[in-house]
């Protein structure tokens, strides 16, 4: 059984005087102790209300949330705010984009370590201080000591994430949820934090549902992937069979729009048309539609379903997928 | 042919079902502003208040029933030995202590009290904007000696924002004397430092932004960078200050009077001055110090449920 | 000669203190000596991290920021020297499209507005029936509906208003346009229409850009030639194909095997030469080589005290480090680990009695690596990436960070 079984999630933000948005329109997937799960689309694409849904951290009023969201045989998304709290932290925790807002800003990096060790495993005084250095220095802070006594100003952008991880990994949490964690570092530093969340994986088995928009940064992190698209997951597959076999227009169209470094100078680019705001609501057909260039009468006709054209395993939401040409069958004489 | 039509078909379709968002065409910022300050409960209590207000201010004077000053029932308050007398059909608000119809009173009074407040805030308004301009243009873009003359500017709006209100009133009475003008004098002047300041920051706040920094690698001229690009930018927070100062720009001009730093003629109905004398009375006829008091307050409100709007509406934050 | 020279230019915004009037306590050295030429009608890029002191380099030329010392050669004028309306008359023909799309545009201008705010400036156009003529062409070339004219910034999506800010650049006709990050405030699906709208303008305008941004890939994808900064000095400039094919600089070697390629056969078999800690303080910059503190080939000799020039090592190909030739040929070892374990090398030096299983043999590997001279064993010499990789997107970029000591000074008077 999955550590975390995600069943047609959908959240709708409801504003007076507004007409309801939907954010994430029924997304189902799976996540396996030691796995790599990747979330990936472009801003507005629900992957972040996603994550923020999973760990109650949604608005309590004007959000409608629907669907299940099995952890461990408790569904996440019933759970009472309280109970909820409990479980950020000991059993599931997250990492965000921006490391700095995400800290107290006046209170001591120690501090905050420190204060998790102790609501959530008793640790008291030298014995939770020594812990928080000994997390800091697994998180690869150096001189942990003295980093302790710092404010989060005092730390780089690069140092305050990896602060920020040990705080998430304080706990040995069971799944770790990281929104964009290298989007606001440089590539140098992201290589580093992603060496190290790989390396947290590994060694400690945690399971990671990873947020990103970024096709490279799921290219050598994820197990599986799930492209999603205004709300929907419009393909899930391998990493390997997505990059190798990319088959919704949308995923295929994402990857061939991303300027390639072999390529040589002056090779145009092939760009999805459009933005995201060109859109059809899902129940009328493909919400991607005004931007292929495949698209048919079929596609306008009712929200397409999650097929399996390739490779068991390999979901495309798509009635006209990207296939290799079929060749023609032989003409049979009339 | 039938892949034509089935091609015009599908684009039909897609047209028919894209959820175009075009009626927002052509929208700038100030009409947004102005569309969600409709739609606001407070915006509108407050804008009906303030409405009430300046009408009885200005036609006051026609429909009070009475001549405000006239002492008509001398004869039936008897201030000295506590016997008053209330509301009653003839005179709806009761009796001053001079025998004087309080309901005609109250209404004459509004056009001071409006006044006062309206004078006060322009004065401060418009004496605080330019300094804020002067400053915030030189901080901005005058360089080295503009930074030095903003420095001087913001020490001496300092040292006015340090000094108590009421103190500088009090100063400003004792040289020009005991008027009305006084009292807009001292509560325009104490207003100019908070103008000047909130300006300039706005102003440093814009002059930081990358549309002025592409203004100026557009080699557009400084002082059309100020005006077209910083200055509208900067005048939302002003505009709020404006409205909201009104309110204590009131109430201030009540407190002065009730000091005895207004119009010295106590004959002539002001709210101040009208709740100044009732305090002699209070224990016998509270009514008397009420219906200023209320006056006050509700108007005070008004300006400051509208204040308090149309910062919601003008804020960038919320929009969408 | 080159359209565009720049002769050891230096930045260096200073950093004051003092509660009535200033006193400088120090210099962010923001761009610290940097000579590049820019070809007409060619795409320079010029790609570095954040802090690296490319943006300030990019608003430098426009003198949008104070040039400290050095030259800036537009078309034989030397920009650093010119008067205040002088430059300003020189904008006309050095443009600049700006990272955040919406923050560079006046939200209270309506487009039209917004475009004819230049052509006003340097009077281009004889009334507003001539300029508004100019302006729908420019549109219609940036591929924006002929009705935007009336609409305001905040109605537009992302990509449509960085058309704009394309579109602001061109009514005035300029030689050469500044791009600081074009695309990276963008969705991935957009940022192709973008960069694929600036190469069509360069091939039918004759363009000449100067591209300032973080994305390697974006970077390799449009310029001619490419320079690589680090710590307000350029490491490295070549050919954008000899770069990509062969970097010879140590950051960029770091710096190209650290972006992530979407295709995970590479990811899985490159190796990633992993920097040793971060970003030095602009405002005290190590001496000698600036990259020497988190350099792998570092030296016990020179790399400390001499600062590397600019020296061309054949075929157009400039680099800044006194080792070039021995860690080409392959002689130099590596003195720092470059695997994860360059990360909790540090670490190594606390001591700590009751550790935890896995922490503690982490520790001692890592202080075994962490052994002086000691070569890493089964690490290659840096292969490159040699795949594509995709745009990172990333808020706030350098000049905030640069700029932000001498503002903060300045706001606190």
New interface residues.
């Given amino acids: 059984m999955p550590l975390l079984s995600v069943d047609e999630l959908s959240v709708t933000f409801t504003a007076k ?1 507004r007409k309801d948005s939907t954010a994430v329109d029924g997304v189902s997937f799976d996540v396996d102790q030691g796995q790599v799960v990747g979330l990936v689309g472009e801003s507005g694409c629900g992957k972040s209300v996603t994550s923020l849904a999973l760990m109650g951290l949604l608005p309590a009023k004007g959000v409608r949330v629907g669907g299940r969201a099995e952890f461990d045989g408790t569904d996440l998304l019933k759970l009472g705010p309280a109970k909820i709290r409990d479980m950020r932290g000991r059993h599931l925790a997250m990492i965000f984009q921006d490391p700095l807002s995400s800290l107290n800003p006046v209170v001591p990096i120690g501090v905050q370590v420190t204060e998790i060790l102790q609501r959530h495993r008793g640790l008291k005084g030298e014995a939770a201080r020594k812990e928080a250095a000994q997390l800091l220095d697994r998180v690869g802070i150096p001189d942990p000591a003295r980093r302790l006594k710092e404010y989060p100003h005092q730390l780089s952008g690069g140092m305050r994430q990896r602060a920020l991880i040990a705080m998430a990994v304080a706990c040995a949490p069971r799944l770790l949820i990281a929104d964009e964690p290298t989007t606001a570092l440089d590539v140098t530093i992201q290589a580093q934090i992603l060496e190290l969340l790989k390396e947290l994986v590994d060694q400690e088995g945690t399971a990671l549902l990873m947020i990103t928009h970024d096709l490279g940064v799921v290219a050598g992190l994820c197990d599986e992937v799930n492209v999603l698209y205004a709300g929907k997951a419009v393909e899930t597959a391998g990493r390997r069979e997505l990059f190798a076999h990319p088959t919704h227009p949308y995923a295929h169209g994402l990857l061939g729009s991303i300027p390639r470094l072999d390529a040589p100078r002056g090779e145009p680019l092939n760009p999805i048309r459009g933005s995201i ?5 899902w129940a ?2 493909c919400a991607f ?2 931007r292929c260039d495949h ?3 079929e ?2 006709t009712g929200t397409p379903e999650l097929t399996e054209p390739r490779t068991a395993g390999h979901q495309v939401r798509c009635v006209n997928p990207v296939l290799p040409p079929v060749r023609p069958a032989a003409e049979v004489p009339a | 042919m039938t892949t034509l039509t ?1 091609k015009a ?2 684009v039909d ?2 047209a028919e ?3 175009t ?1 075009e009626s ?7 009409r947004e502003a102005a569309r969600r300050l409709r ?1 606001s409960k407070m915006a509108i209590i407050g804008a009906v208040i303030i409405a009430v207000f300046v009408v009885l201010a200005v036609i006051g004077p026609w429909i009070a029933p009475y001549t405000p000053t006239a002492q008509t029932w001398r004869g039936e308050v008897f201030a000295n030995q506590g016997r008053f007398v209330g509301m009653r059909g003839e005179n709806w608000f009761g009796l001053d202590h001079l025998g004087r119809d309080m309901f005609s009173r109250m209404l004459v009074g509004a056009r001071q009290t409006l006044l006062v407040g309206v004078v006060s805030m322009l004065i401060g308004l418009v004496i605080g904007a330019l300094i804020g301009v002067l400053s915030g243009a030189a ?1 901005t873009l005058g360089g080295p000696m503009g ?2 003359l903003d ?1 001087v500017i ?2 001496i709006t300092d040292i006015m924002l340090s000094l108590p209100s009421l103190l500088l009133a009090v100063s400003i009475a004792a040289v020009l004397g005991q008027s009305l003008t006084t009292v807009m004098i001292a509560v325009g002047v104490v207003q100019i430092p908070i103008f000047a300041r909130m300006l300039r920051g706005s102003m440093l706040a814009q002059g ?4 002025v ?9 400084r002082n ?1 960078i100020v005006l ?2 910083i200055l ?2 900067s005048l939302s927070p002003v505009i709020v200050q404006a409205t909201l100062s009104l309110a204590t720009a009131i109430i201030e001009a009540a407190a002065l009077s009730y000091l005895g730093l207004g119009n010295p003629d106590p004959a002539v109905p002001e709210w101040g001055v009208m709740l100044s004398q009732a305090q002699r009375f209070f224990d016998n006829e509270p009514m008397m110090a009420v219906y200023p008091a209320v006056g006050i307050i509700i108007t005070a409100l008004g300006f400051t449920l509208l204040g308090e709007a149309m910062r919601e509406a003008l804020d ?1 934050k919320l ?1 969408g | 000669m080159s359209l565009l020279e720049l002769d050891n230019l230096k930045v260096h915004f200073p950093i004051r203190k003092g509660i ?3 006193r400088t306590v120090g210099h962010v050295y923001a761009v610290d000596g940097v000579s590049l030429k820019v070809e007409a009608g060619q795409t320079y890029g010029l790609v570095g991290e954040s802090g690296c002191g490319k943006t300030t380099l990019g ?1 430098a030329v ?1 003198r ?1 920021v104070d040039v400290t010392e050095g030259e800036v050669v537009f078309d034989g004028t030397d920009l650093a020297k010119l008067d205040e309306e002088a430059m ?5 023909r050095l ?2 499209v ?3 799309p919406l ?8 487009i039209e507005s917004i475009l004819a ?2 052509m ?3 009077g281009i156009g004889a009334d507003q029936a001539e300029r508004r003529e100019k302006i729908k062409a420019i549109l219609a070339k940036v591929g924006l509906p002929a ?1 935007a004219l ?3 910034p ?2 537009f999506s992302g990509g449509q208003r960085q058309r704009i ?1 394309i579109a ?1 650049a061109l009514v ?1 006709e300029p030689d050469v346009i500044i791009c600081d990050e074009p695309v990276s405030a963008l969705d991935v699906s957009i940022q192709a229409q973008v960069v694929n709208l600036l190469e069509e303008l360069q091939e039918s305008l004759g363009l000449t850009y100067l591209v300032i941004a973080h994305d390697l890939a974006v970077v390799r994808h449009i310029s001619d030639v490419i320079g690589v900064m680090y710590l307000g000095s350029l490491v490295e400039e070549a050919p954008s194909d000899a770069l990509y094919e062969g970097p010879r600089h140590p950051y960029t070697k770091a710096l190209m095997s650290a972006v992530p390629v979407p295709d995970p056969d590479l990811e899985d078999r490159r190796e990633r030469i992993l920097l040793h800690g971060d970003l030095p303080s602009p405002a005290n910059p190590p001496t000698g080589c600036r990259f020497h503190t988190r350099c792998p080939w570092v030296q016990e000799t020179r790399c400390a005290t001499d600062r590397p020039e600019l020296t061309d090592t054949g075929d157009g190909h400039r680099v800044a480090c006194h080792w070039t030739a021995e860690i080409e040929a392959g002689t130099l070892a590596r003195t720092r680990a470059t695997g994860v374990e360059a990360v909790t090398e540090t670490a190594a030096v606390a001591e700590e009695p009751a550790v935890a299983d896995v922490v503690r043999e982490e520790d001692d590997k890592a202080v075994a690596d962490a052994q002086p001279g000691l070569p890493v064993p089964g690490v290659a010499a840096g292969a490159p990436a040699s795949d594509a990789s995709t745009a990172v997107p990333r808020p706030a970029e350098a000049p905030a960070d640069e700029r932000s000591p001498s ?1 903060e000074g ?1 706001g606190k ?1």
Wanted: with cysteine; proline share 4%; aromatic share 8%.
């Fill in positions: 005087g705001n060109d859109k059809i609501a009328d057909g539609a005004p698209y048919t009468l596609c306008l | 089935k078909d599908k379709r897609l079902l894209m959820q968002s927002t065409t052509g929208a700038s910022l100030w739609s901080a930074r030095r420095t913001m020490r930081g932004s990358d549309y920094l592409a203004a100026r690698a557009l080699g557009v001229r059309r077209t690009q509208p930018n960038p929009r | 009535l009037f200033d608003r426009l949008l300003r008359r020189f904008r006309r443009q600049m700006f990272q955040d923050g560079s545009l006046n939200p209270r201008q309506n705010e230049g006003a400036a340097h009705n009336s609409r305001y905040h109605e800010g602001r005035l503002t300045g008077r």
